[in-house]
């Protein structure tokens, strides 16, 4: 098992993380209008992030600066995946003007965190992580980030997204 850290506190991550070399696995997220999501409905090339909560300065930015950098990614889609409910997820999104990437929760039974290996039961929230995924369904890329307090390293997300593209 992943050990990682909330505060410096140490926390250790359910089930089996996702690696270089695995299929993306198929989990059952909501959307904003509390529609079911499946991962399984996605296609190209892909970037998934896990966070806490978006309410929350790290998650915040991770997400606004994924936002952002979005228009460079022309053909990626990105997606992040919190247990934030999702009225709230539609709510920061318009407060935030967040549109290139799309919030999906996993309130009902942390299926994508189970699945990832992301879900922190002490807690009953998702660790920071990145995932990049291929056209083949194939994992290409993953960072689960050590202090979930920190930001992913932007960087070498981007430079793998380049390569890819």
Known sequence: MLEITFDG???KLEDKQLKVGDKLPVATLADNGLAPFSTEDTSGLR???TVPSLDTPVCDLEVQTFNQKAAELAGVSIY???VDLPFAQ???CGSRDVEAVKT?????GAEFGRATGTYISDLALLTRAVFIVDADDAVVYTEFVPEI???PDYDAAYAKLAELM
């Open 80 to 82: 992040a995946i919190s």
């Open 149 to 151: 307090t920190n930001a």
């Open 90 to 92: 539609a709510r920061w």
């Open 104 to 108: 999906l929760s996993d309130y009902v």
């Open 47 to 49: 970037v998934f992030l």
């Open 9 to 11: 506190a140490p926390l």
